[in-house]
């Protein structure tokens, strides 16, 4: 089925490790982004792409690297995990196209960092 | 800067009983506004959306919402609640119209539904 996909749906990770999530969708989205969601909080942008080579940061990126190499890939990297990071993950894509249909999201990822 | 505040972060109704979800929004120009609706351990399924056309945007599973300029409000309501309602709702709100891009979320509706 046709979709955003993540994996893995869950981990854990202790304080230091690295990690990647990782974010694939066969609909040919331009644009892919990646949110966390903590309770009370909503869901807040980490990072975002464009397109394949473009990527730019959202209202929270620190701590988080992505590259966009292909249209259908956006991996998220965690470079030292920090109990702070714990959080539930989601990658969402769409058309980029005039008429904005809104976003897919992928089914997210819980990281527990210990 | 855009932002979405979603006024009560629970809300429990009887079913069959009205569902009214409040969202207001800020923006500097005409903004692109959504509802998602987030089930126990899902990710998120957009509801409807808000695209400068029709005011009155009708949605998925009988849920609509009305975009009012005036009051900078885009409320999300049901005529009868079903126990299946039961989930967390998000208002959104998009930064430029016509294209995708940075959606802003408030922070969230848990909606419970009771016999």
């Known amino acids: 089925n046709a979709g955003v996909t993540q994996t893995p749906k869950f981990q854990v990770l202790k304080t230091g490790q690295s990690m990647t999530l990782q974010c694939a969708q066969d609909?040919?989205?331009?644009?892919m982004s990646w949110y966390r969601q903590d309770p009370g909080m909503g869901l807040r942008l980490i990072h975002y792409?464009?397109?394949?080579?473009?990527?730019d940061q959202g209202e929270v990126p620190n701590g988080y690297n992505v590259s966009r190499s292909t249209t259908e890939d956006f991996p998220l990297r965690l470079l030292s995990a920090a109990p702070s990071q714990t959080s539930v993950y989601f990658c969402a894509s769409s058309y980029r196209q005039q008429g904005f249909d809104g976003y897919t999201f992928g089914s997210g990822t819980r990281l527990t960092v210990v | 800067a855009q932002s979405v505040t979603q006024l009560g972060s629970h809300v429990s109704v009887s079913e069959g009983a009205l569902v009214l979800l409040r969202c207001n929004y800020s923006s500097s120009v005409p903004p692109y506004l959504f509802w998602y609706v987030q089930y126990p351990n899902q990710g998120l399924q957009l509801l409807l959306k808000y695209t400068s056309a029709a005011t009155l945007v009708k949605g998925i599973n009988g849920f609509e919402a009305e975009f009012k300029k005036s009051e900078t409000s885009f409320h999300l309501t049901k005529p009868s609640a079903h126990m299946s309602d039961a989930a967390e709702y998000f208002c959104a709100v998009s930064d430029r119209g016509g294209t995708a891009s940075k959606l802003t979320f408030g922070t969230g509706t848990r909606l419970q539904v009771t016999l």
């Open positions: 792409s464009v397109g394949a080579g473009i990527t």
């Open positions: 609909m040919n989205h331009e644009y």
